[in-house]
């Protein structure tokens, strides 16, 4: 489907610039971006429990949630050899792949946060 946009010029400017950044036209980048934007959760959210209803135990361990170590460094490398211009669509997909377990993990780590401060489990985090 298309969608005419109209971006302010320090969104178009980014765009473009990470566009390049990953040898791929602007409307790819962008759908791409959107897609991912509009799915924080992919289609693993139906499976995850909320985070209100984890023990407190379970919300502590979920608060401290990491990128598995193999996956990190596999990340670093394929985003070094994206830098360089490097990037076969193969690598493309699994970088694309592992942000996206990346950013899941961030927002599902942000929202255990949240609620353990709100229990009480933790202190908020200084200003």
Known sequence: MEVVLNLPDKVYGQA???????????????????????????ASAARLQPVA????RDLLKLADLRMETAQGERMGLLLERQQAGELDETERRELTALTQVYHENLVRKAQALSEAVRRGLREPIAK
């Open 16 to 42: 473009e610039r990470l566009a390049g950044l990953l040898n791929q036209d602007l409307p790819r980048v962008l759908a791409e971006t959107i897609e991912n934007a509009l799915s924080p959760l992919g």
């Open 53 to 56: 209803e984890l023990s407190d």
